[in-house]
């Protein structure tokens, strides 16, 4: 497993951090998340072309760079470390992964070239009417020419040039293809708690689509999704924890800074070691989503302490900060935001372990 990123993958960390400290700072994003679109379409142009950002785990064959999941990982932690709304993760990390996980070679040559390019944005229909990825009881179904049915929470679903649409057959679960414009469907955004992700409810009435594959891993597809989320969390981790350190030094109090302060120093020190074992885990996932290994414990893992440690992180750095940090003008309230909202997203970590207790009981 890779946990640290090799000298080319720092390059291209470095780039993205030089590209995003000038192009996405704060008052950039709270522009781009009250956007009609929802993120800086002039932004995500230079991150597809000029650096390549979404083609890198695509295979050549399909347009893309060829390198792997690890690296689109280390995208979207700097991607969550500056609170970039982007489509990112709803296209480049989630569906463009389940199209690849078909194994349909037709779809990868149809859809991955125009992700890969940055020309087409995708999102993933996965969720039941709960809001929860349960294969056994999804919102959409096919019946042999049509889809049917609703799904909410899904990211970018009011934009997506194309969805992708897992949905109940009479032989098992299906991989369907939907044009965004095609009859029969609706969509209806609806609010989220961090306001720099877009979500959606998708109605399909009668809608016309086409099968990607004939097998679907469902467990694999919802751990690759939860496993991206997981780079969201620790980047937004890292940075509101290095925010808190910055801010303790220049914040003073009877006449000393904050930081000073044992029992403050003494919480920082906790912060980051959740902060570094959240990490550690969040990367042996994408290692594992990389190298095509088993992700049924890995992915459970990382995703349960990514988002307890992110949820814990925040809520100190709110505390540490004091007064300020509920303020709009301050972006604390955007990370734990941001962390609560993951927490809960492709399953809480409450859900994971129950879920995890009976696969090994059974």
């Not at 980051?272 to 290692?287: F, M």
């Not at 941001?338 to 994971?352: D, K, N, Q, V």
């Amino acid at each position: 497993m890779q946990f640290d990123p090799t000298e080319e993958q720092e390059e291209l960390v470095g780039m993205l951090r030089d590209l995003l400290s000038s192009r996405s700072d704060s008052a950039a994003v709270h522009r781009a998340m009250e956007s009609e679109s929802g993120y800086n379409a002039d932004l995500w142009r230079v991150l597809c072309e000029e650096i390549g950002a979404a083609s890198l785990a695509i295979p050549e064959e399909f347009g893309g760079a060829g390198f792997t999941a690890f690296e689109t990982h280390l995208v979207l932690e700097e991607l969550g470390a500056a609170m970039t709304p982007s489509p990112y993760l709803g296209t480049v990390a989630i569906a463009a992964h389940a199209v690849l996980a078909s194994g349909d070679t037709d779809a990868c040559e149809r859809l991955l070239p125009g992700i890969a390019a940055g020309e087409t944005t995708a999102a993933l229909v996965w969720a039941d009417a709960r809001g929860r990825f349960d294969a056994s009881r999804l919102g959409v179904s096919f019946d042999g020419a049509a889809l049917s049915g609703t799904a909410p929470l899904v990211i970018d679903g009011s934009t997506a040039d194309v969805l992708l649409v897992l949905a109940e057959t009479p032989d098992g679960v299906g991989l369907f293809e939907v044009a965004g414009d095609a009859t029969g469907v609706t969509r209806v955004a609806t609010p989220a708690m961090d306001t720099t992700l877009r979500f959606a409810q998708l109605t399909f009435d009668s809608a016309a689509a086409v099968r990607i594959g004939t097998a679907v891993d469902t467990d694999r597809i919802r751990d690759i999704a939860a496993t991206a989320v997981t780079a969201l969390q620790i980047g937004g981790a890292r940075r509101i924890l290095d925010l808190t350190v910055e801010y303790s030094k220049q914040r003073v109090q009877f006449g000393r800074q904050i930081g000073s302060f044992q029992a403050l120093k003494h919480r920082m020190a906790d912060m980051h070691l959740l902060v570094e074992t959240a990490t550690t885990a969040s990367r042996a996932a994408a290692s594992a989503v990389a190298d095509g290994s088993d992700l049924t414990f890995v992915a459970a893992l990382a995703k349960t302490w990514a988002s307890d440690a992110f949820s814990t992180v925040s809520g100190e750095a709110v505390q540490l900060h004091g007064g300020i940090a509920i303020t709009w003008e301050h972006d604390a309230h955007l990370y734990f935001k941001r962390a609560h909202a993951t927490r809960e997203l492709f399953g809480s970590p409450e859900t994971i372990r129950a879920r995890e207790a009976e696969r090994l009981l059974a």
